[in-house]
């Protein structure tokens, strides 16, 4: 049983600007929706206006200090309250109850202040923001701050939604819905989800959020999710649903966030097709340029992260280890990172590690400029590009046992960085270019090492040097020039071992190796020394390896880690 390998990238990041074809032009930033009027930081705000709620479990909730701006309906510890004002007010929320909600109408950017509050509302949504009465889509800004402790849930079935309005989950504002303070808020969304934006929702500054659905996504925003600073941790077991979702941008700036997934792919109603989860889905653009992201995904035809445009690592350290078995029915693929676009990495440690499919899948290029790729498959290609797979710097590693360790149906670059790239047993190879539709792998520069060879035909501007056999589970060392790499061998993989920097590298076997940064779960080592060993005859390498072809098709024999 292959054991899950997770990654140790000690890396420095550098965040770098980058789109398709070039690399450093423009920041994906200037791809992503324009915030719009004003400011999501709290603390900018000014609120003329404070009204308190105060929910109880055995007596009615109490509403104070309106005015007649307010028009206020109590029933229970069910709370409307209808504001007809023009100043910006905020509301304070308190107490405990197990049958009540919060729904607010307004025009206006408003605040809601969660002290201590427990709300449970078995009929609908705990907090519910609209608009105005006759206009509830026309809803603005909502500050949610998180101070205390909080608990808010939301009942199996929905029965109180008026006709013409939208009430989507646990929290839902028709506005934007943007989270900060230093508490603590658990969400328990069992009929619906558990966050929910009609506009976007944004984690801030610093809240503890953690979202436990049984039924719909984590969270949603419908144009965006962003987080800056906070702490989420995100469950769900909902079959079809996704941890974080949005119909345009999901980015990450920093913060900590968790999301767990288990539930299965299946039939979606809503969407009339089958669906599989994710633990982040995205219609538009995803950027990764700060915090840690940390995702698993158990569920049949389950992804990490899948996006229908493309993905942005720029910073920060992702994490996806996907387990679950693809799903037939419909033809759903467990993939770990999975993007209609292109993918460019740029600054982000990343660690992919895939059961069942692809590691790492591109429907456009793949470029890596900075930072650190580690991407294992125990079923198909550890990383494929549909197009153009460039790497022209940073630190690579794709390992699969039962196909290709780089694989690209387009042309293959190698100009820079460090590779190391591990392939299955012939046919496949550890680099692969797609010769079948006369293209080619160019190594141009960079250190490598390609236990399984190269593709056949491969254009070597920089020499590479080969040994046609190799000792499995061994500690190497590779010289080039001043500096020294080591790199420990695979139980089994490809025949053929090949090396190549950019000068005439030399290579030890059966070294032992002190000081240096560890990379790929220890598997390779930097700017370290090695002593012992015996020298590894090296020849020039001239053409490549037969074999390889076209990317993976999505279907492996599903082998364990």
């Not at 939208?166 to 009929?191: C, H, P, Q, W």
């Not at 420990?488 to 290579?507: E, N």
């Not at 020039?540 to 993976?552: D, E, M, V």
Request: glycine share 14%; hydrophobic share 30%; proline share 2%.
């Amino acid at each position: 049983m292959k054991r899950i390998l997770f990654f140790a990238l000690s890396l420095s990041v550098m965040l770098t600007s980058c789109k398709k074809d070039s690399i450093t032009e423009v920041s994906p930033s200037s791809e992503t929706k324009t915030l719009e009027d004003g400011s999501d930081d709290y603390s900018s705000e000014t609120f003329s206006k404070s009204v308190s709620v105060v929910f109880s479990p055995t007596e009615n909730a109490v509403v104070s200090d309106t005015t007649s701006d307010f028009l206020v309906t109590v029933e229970g510890n069910g709370v409307t309250i209808v504001y007809s004002g023009s100043e910006q007010v905020e509301y304070n929320l308190s107490g405990t109850s197990d049958d009540g909600f919060f729904k607010l109408y307004s025009a206006k950017k408003q605040s809601i202040q969660l002290h201590n509050l427990s709300l449970t509302n078995t009929k609908g949504a705990a907090i519910n923001v609209q608009g105005t009465v006759d206009s509830p889509s026309s809803g603005k800004r909502t500050f949610v701050i998180v101070n205390g402790v909080n608990e808010l849930a939301d009942g199996i079935t929905y029965t109180q939604t008026p006709s013409g309005e939208d009430e989507k989950g646990v929290v839902f504002g028709e506005g934007k819905l943007v989270f900060s303070g230093d508490g603590r808020l658990t969400v328990t969304a069992n009929g619906k989800s558990g966050i929910v934006s009609d506009d976007y929702v944004r984690f801030w500054a610093s809240p503890s959020v953690s979202i436990v659905s049984k039924s719909g996504h984590g969270v949603k925003g419908k144009d965006s999710v962003m987080v800056d600073n906070a702490t989420l941790d995100i469950t769900v077991s909902a079959n079809t649903k996704k941890g974080i979702t949005s119909d345009g941008t999901v980015r990450i700036d920093g913060g900590t966030t968790t999301i767990t997934i288990s539930g299965s792919a299946a039939y979606d109603s809503d969407d009339q097709s089958y669906s599989g989860t994710a633990g982040i889905k995205v219609g538009g653009q995803f950027e990764m340029n700060g915090g840690t992201l940390t995702i698993t995904n158990s569920g049949s035809g389950g992804k990490g992260i899948s996006g229908d445009a493309k993905g942005y690592f720029s910073g920060g350290t992702v994490s996806v280890i996907t387990t679950g078995s693809n799903y037939t029915t419909g033809d759903i693929s467990a993939k770990g990172i999975k993007f209609d676009g292109d993918i460019i990495f740029s600054g982000s440690e990343v660690l992919v590690n895939c059961k069942s499919n692809e590691g790492i899948e591109s429907k456009g290029s793949i470029t890596v400029s900075d930072g650190g790729v580690y991407s294992y498959s125990s079923a198909d290609d550890a990383m494929n590009s549909a197009s153009d797979f460039t790497i022209s710097g940073g630190f690579v590693c794709g390992y699969a046992t039962s196909n290709d360790g780089l694989d690209a149906n387009g042309d293959f670059y190698i100009k820079g960085g460090v590779v190391y790239a591990i392939g299955a047993k012939s046919p496949e190879v550890a680099v692969d270019a797609n010769t079948e539709e006369r293209h080619t792998l160019y190594v141009q520069g960079g250190t490598i090492v390609a236990i399984g060879g190269l593709e056949q035909g491969a254009s070597l501007t920089q020499s590479c040097y080969q040994t046609s056999s190799w000792s499995s589970s061994t500690w190497y060392g590779l010289h080039v020039g001043a500096t020294t790499y080591a790199f420990k061998t695979p139980a089994s993989g490809g025949s053929g071992l090949v090396v190549s920097g950019s000068s005439t590298p030399t290579l030890t076997s059966g070294v032992t190796v002190s000081g240096g940064t560890t990379y790929f779960d220890g598997m390779f080592i930097a700017n370290c020394s090695v002593n012992d060993g015996n020298s590894v005859s090296l020849s020039t390498y001239t053409g490549g390896n037969s074999g390889g072809g076209p990317g993976g098709n999505g279907r492996g024999p599903g082998n364990r880690f």
